[in-house]
């Protein structure tokens, strides 16, 4: 896809607004604008101006007057594609737009792809890979825990990561192949153990920064939050109340959910995705067999699940509610139990408090779905109690697919390296899975690539970027 020898242009910024900018980069930009922009200032060339410079003109078409704008310039390499650069603000009428387009392609330029910019910025060393993806990132987050995570990965934070434990690496492969270079005068140049610790240590982190893509993954697409209960707790009645809207039907009818119903809202900066589901309870109706099917894997798939019972409920049916829904999570899923209904009153509400169990990881409350009561509370715990504490740690996060089974290579390679220091497996075979470790390292911040995947990664980008 690149073109390192064309000036491209292309519009930077969406519909909507009052000022558009579009961005032309390459050899000739400056030469193309010269010819369409007219600054106020006679004695301005763009030729000539200083990196950093604004200039107020106009663009014209022959001796019509297309608009007035604002021309930036920004001299390679201190610009965002590395190389000479100019972007032009203009007022976001499509005709204008159109119009600016229309006369830089005339005048030489060339209409960008997707995300040829940062390919540009990437090819140029201007970013590594990873931090390219995250500009994409962060154009598509939608909550503030998202942007953080794409904010830490376009700062390079990740990056540095990969790169110390592939320089770890590289030290030690870089000395057991000199070893074998000597062929049989036995010289040992990396001790065995400091190159088991390296090891240890590289996999440990890579182990734990594919652990981190659940949530991750969760961040980006919206914390999955599933609502499960017997039929008419309430369970429709809380999915409006959380999202403020009459999204699922309410029904005294038992079994009016029958199938899964989602949407989506932001908590204190984070995507929550949340799921109404079909009552649990015995029942010979095949759809609602199928509905209920669906509920246990959406609890399997969730990871906060708020089970749903009524204040009439008796304690020992609502103990053993939970436990059913614990056989079914692991240590990371969290369960919150709410009792509901508290509109209608319980003399015995300390009683109920007092015989419920929950574990340390887990929290319940009583509210009131019908009357809201409580709801803001609950917002607050289902926060509290899914990814805060890693949000708000310094630790990476991953959320990007291709670098979490790069990741996983790694990890296997390293326990391959690991196994063959234990059983005295040939130095060759040990260096060979290093390499192999190194290269899935150098995948990830794209010192190791293919036109495959950069034509992958950058073909979802938008226009301009």
Same mark, same amino acid.
């Given at each position: 896809m690149l073109r390192p020898g064309d000036t491209i242009c292309a519009?930077? &910024?969406?519909?909507?607004?009052?000022?558009?900018?579009?961005?032309?980069s390459g050899p000739d930009c400056f030469s193309i604008c010269k010819k369409i922009f007219f600054p106020v200032d006679r004695n301005a060339?763009?030729?000539? @101006?200083?990196?950093?410079?604004?200039?107020?003109?106009?663009?014209?078409?022959? %001796?019509?007057?297309?608009?007035?704008?604002?021309?930036?310039?920004?001299?390679?390499?201190?610009?965002?594609?590395?190389?000479?650069?100019?972007?032009? !603000?203009?007022?976001?009428?499509?005709?204008?737009?159109?119009?600016?387009?229309?006369?830089?392609?005339? /005048?030489?330029? &060339?209409?960008?792809?997707p995300g040829e910019f940062t390919q540009r910025a990437f090819a140029n060393g201007k970013m590594d890979l990873s931090q390219a993806e995250a500009v994409a990132d962060i154009i598509s987050s939608t909550s503030r825990a998202a942007h953080k995570i794409a904010?830490?990965?376009?700062?390079?934070?990740? !990056?540095?990561?990969?790169?110390? =434990?592939?320089?770890?690496?590289l030290h030690f492969a870089s000395l057991i192949e000199l070893e074998l270079d000597f062929g049989e005068e036995d010289v040992e140049l990396a001790d065995r153990n400091d190159l088991k610790a390296i090891v240890l240590k590289v996999k440990t982190v890579a182990d734990k920064l594919a652990?981190?893509?659940?949530?991750?993954?969760?961040?980006?697409?919206?914390?999955?939050?599933?609502?499960?209960?017997?039929?008419?707790?309430?369970?429709?009645?809380?999915?409006?109340?959380?999202?403020?809207e009459d999204r699922a039907i309410v029904s005294e009818i038992p079994g009016t959910t029958r199938d899964t119903i989602e949407d989506t809202m932001s908590i204190d900066g984070i995507m929550f995705r949340f799921i109404d589901t079909a009552g649990l309870r015995e029942t010979t109706d095949v759809i609602e067999s199928?509905?209920?099917?669906? &509920?246990?894997?959406?609890?399997?798939?969730?990871?906060?699940?708020? =089970?749903? %019972?009524?204040?009439?409920?008796?304690? %020992?049916?609502?103990?053993?509610?939970?436990?059913?829904?614990?056989?079914?999570?692991?240590?990371?899923?969290?369960?919150?139990?709410i009792i509901n209904k508290i509109d209608k009153g319980s003399s015995e509400l300390k009683e109920l408090e007092r015989k419920i169990r929950i574990s340390e990881s887990e929290a319940k409350i009583f509210i009131s779905a019908k009357n809201r &009561?409580?709801?803001?509370?609950? +917002? +607050?715990?289902?926060?509290?109690?899914?990814?805060?504490?890693?949000?708000?740690?310094?630790?990476?996060?991953? /959320?990007?697919?291709?670098?979490?089974?790069? @990741?996983? /290579?790694? !990890?296997?390679? =390293?326990?391959?390296?690991?196994?063959?220091l234990d059983n005295s497996v040939p130095d060759d075979l040990i260096a060979i899975d290093i390499r192999h470790a190194m290269h899935y390292l150098g995948e990830i911040t794209g010192e190791i690539t293919s036109d495959e995947i950069l034509g992958n990664i950058f073909k979802n980008f938008c226009i301009g970027k």
């Amino acid at each position: 896809m690149l073109r390192p020898g064309d000036t491209i242009c292309a519009p930077a &910024t969406g519909k909507g607004g009052a000022i558009s900018i579009i961005r032309v980069s390459g050899p000739d930009c400056f030469s193309i604008c010269k010819k369409i922009f007219f600054p106020v200032d006679r004695n301005a060339d763009v030729l000539s @101006l200083k990196g950093y410079s604004i200039v107020y003109g106009e663009i014209k078409a022959g %001796d019509e007057i297309i608009d007035d704008v604002l021309v930036s310039i920004f001299r390679a390499p201190h610009s965002y594609t590395g190389e000479d650069s100019v972007e032009i !603000s203009c007022h976001a009428s499509q005709y204008i737009i159109q119009k600016i387009m229309e006369l830089l392609i005339n /005048n030489g330029a &060339t209409s960008a792809y997707p995300g040829e910019f940062t390919q540009r910025a990437f090819a140029n060393g201007k970013m590594d890979l990873s931090q390219a993806e995250a500009v994409a990132d962060i154009i598509s987050s939608t909550s503030r825990a998202a942007h953080k995570i794409a904010v830490n990965q376009m700062r390079g934070g990740f !990056s540095a990561e990969i790169s110390k =434990l592939r320089a770890e690496l590289l030290h030690f492969a870089s000395l057991i192949e000199l070893e074998l270079d000597f062929g049989e005068e036995d010289v040992e140049l990396a001790d065995r153990n400091d190159l088991k610790a390296i090891v240890l240590k590289v996999k440990t982190v890579a182990d734990k920064l594919a652990s981190s893509f659940k949530t991750g993954n969760a961040i980006r697409n919206g914390i999955p939050v599933v609502i499960v209960g017997k039929p008419n707790s309430g369970k429709s009645t809380l999915l409006n109340a959380l999202l403020s809207e009459d999204r699922a039907i309410v029904s005294e009818i038992p079994g009016t959910t029958r199938d899964t119903i989602e949407d989506t809202m932001s908590i204190d900066g984070i995507m929550f995705r949340f799921i109404d589901t079909a009552g649990l309870r015995e029942t010979t109706d095949v759809i609602e067999s199928l509905g209920i099917n669906r &509920t246990y894997e959406k609890v399997k798939q969730a990871a906060v699940i708020l =089970l749903l %019972d009524e204040i009439t409920d008796a304690p %020992d049916e609502i103990n053993d509610r939970a436990d059913s829904i614990r056989k079914l999570i692991d240590e990371d899923q969290r369960l919150i139990v709410i009792i509901n209904k508290i509109d209608k009153g319980s003399s015995e509400l300390k009683e109920l408090e007092r015989k419920i169990r929950i574990s340390e990881s887990e929290a319940k409350i009583f509210i009131s779905a019908k009357n809201r &009561t409580g709801i803001d509370e609950l +917002k +607050k715990i289902i926060v509290d109690t899914s990814i805060q504490e890693k949000l708000g740690s310094d630790d990476v996060i991953i /959320n990007n697919i291709r670098h979490f089974e790069a @990741l996983k /290579n790694v !990890s296997a390679s =390293l326990g391959r390296v690991i196994e063959g220091l234990d059983n005295s497996v040939p130095d060759d075979l040990i260096a060979i899975d290093i390499r192999h470790a190194m290269h899935y390292l150098g995948e990830i911040t794209g010192e190791i690539t293919s036109d495959e995947i950069l034509g992958n990664i950058f073909k979802n980008f938008c226009i301009g970027k």
